[in-house]
Every structure is written in C-alpha cells, then in structure tokens.
Nanobody
Framework: QVRLAESGGGLVQPGGSLNLSCTAS????????MGWYRQALGNQRELVAS???????RYADSVKGRFTISRDNAENTIYLQLNNLKPEDTAVYYC?????????????WGQGTQVTVSS
C-alpha cells in the first residue's frame, strides 16, 4: 500500500506560479513512476506530467514549456512547478504513483489539491 500526500495548491492570477509537492509513504518497491494528473469540472482526468524511476519525464502538450516535474528519490517526493499559469489550468491536481508487479498493475492516488487561476 502506498499513501500520497499533496500540498501547494491555491488561487493565483494568470501568469503567476505555484509549486505542488507530493510525498509518498509505504511500500515503494514496485512503484515505476509518479506523476500529476488534473481534472477540471465536467472533464475527464488527464495526465499533466510524470517521471519514471530513471528520471525520464513526459508532459501533456498543453503544459510543455510552462510546467516542470522533478523528483527527490531520497524523500519519495515529487514536485510540479507551474509557471505562466492560465485560466484553463484551473483544476483539481492529483498525485499518482503507478505500480507494476508480476504482471499486475495498480494506480495510487492522492486526495487532490485545487489550483485556481483567476484574476
């Protein structure tokens, strides 16, 4: 079992910045990647950014060049730096940990943190 604790959401004006963090605890042996998803009202949950155990990151096209994901393996923590925020970035942001083991796979989720971009 893996538990994820997020922090760092809030209200920011367009063009502003936020930093989200997510710390994982529990059995991390089979976690292959961690990342951030978001879900806006009326929309499906979508991938924002993820980073695997080798440090390779991927991003949604809509956030490339504005968001940066990073990982502190010693602290089991990932960060998401959100720059040049736009109103369309408004959503609940969820931390994710993806596990695979002997052909089985499982996603763990945090409780979510609200990001609101508005003037």
């Amino acid at each position: 079992q893996v538990r994820l604790a997020e922090s760092g959401g809030g209200l920011v004006q367009p063009g502003g910045s936020l930093n989200l963090s997510c710390t994982a605890s529990g059995d991390m042996r089979y976690i292959k990647s961690m990342g951030w998803y978001r879900q806006a009202l009326g929309n499906q949950r979508e991938l924002v950014a993820s980073v695997n155990n080798r440090g390779s990151a991927r991003y949604a096209d809509s956030v490339k060049g504005r968001f940066t994901i990073s990982r502190d393996n010693a602290e089991n923590t990932i960060y998401l730096q959100l720059n040049n925020l736009k109103p369309e970035d408004t959503a609940v942001y969820y931390c994710n940990a993806y596990m695979t083991y002997v052909g089985d796979e499982h996603d763990f989720w945090g409780q979510g943190t609200q990001v609101t971009v508005s003037s």
